[in-house]
């Protein structure tokens, strides 16, 4: 959805951005391309907590020499590593969450469950707990509690049972294994049955909705008031469900409950929902990009401060 992040971000010739989801730096080449196009130098901070994202987009970038830094860090230090660089009032900030292809398609990093190979799913290599640890080290009812919570997989007591009775698990088809011991093979039409079950953990491993949590937050302090945009791109219900509800929550001014008569929260908005509805990827870039199908953008525009006009 690079056209619709484009226009959500209302890319201006000399603005600044913030592309927290580096990792190929497609997103991000496209932004210091329309940034620049009527001669005004653009700059973008590009962060990515993958070290082999980095040196991916550290190359592509590299055309762009001092308009674009390069930093390695989880999206959820967005604050710490925009104040680091510079880059605070910018004129936008664009998520891109999830796993990436790069991550799917690497061999030896435990993603995927369409290879057989040390069961890992860190987005950093560095980070301390690997899915292997998940797995073997937790217990039965909070392992279910996590593949139920993240992967909203409804038979996820069954899975959890069956991961325990078959420890040690190491690796992607062990873990496979284990999950078609509890619920089948499952049809051929249906999605895999350890569909569900990898995503959670995968969540799990990264914190990433909790990262979201934080990341949104920091972004919308760092964009300029007003007119500062918010771009989100996720991939399925619990990351758009957690942006629309920020998106909503920051575009209210008052969240008392409905009965109470007076307002006594002092909240004002300071977000402004373009998009109410999430934007859909088109026809034709699911045909090309089948990993689009699910992809849900949201969009929203930082207001001036209260008092000030807009």
Known sequence: MLREALEGLAVASGGRYVDATA??????????EAATSEGAPGRLLAIDRDPNAILVASERLSAYGDAVVIARGAFGDLAEIAEEHGFTEVDGVLFDVGVSSLQL???GRGFSFQRDEPLDMRMDPDAETSAADLV????EASLASIIYEYGEERR???IARAIVER????TTKELVAAIEAAVGRGRARDIHPATLTFQALRIAVNEELQQLDVALDAARQLLKAPGGRLVVISFHSLEDRR???FFRLHAKDCICPPQQPVCTCDHRATLREVTRRPLRPTLDEVNANPRARSARLRVAERLAPVGEAA
Do not use: C, M, Y
Request: charged letters at 35%.
């Open 23 to 32: 990792g190929l730096g497609g997103h991000s080449a496209a932004i210091l």
């Open 105 to 107: 398609e690497q061999p």
């Open 136 to 139: 073997n080290r937790t217990d």
């Open 156 to 158: 996820s007591r069954r």
């Open 167 to 170: 420890r040690p698990i190491r």
């Open 243 to 245: 942006v629309k509800e």
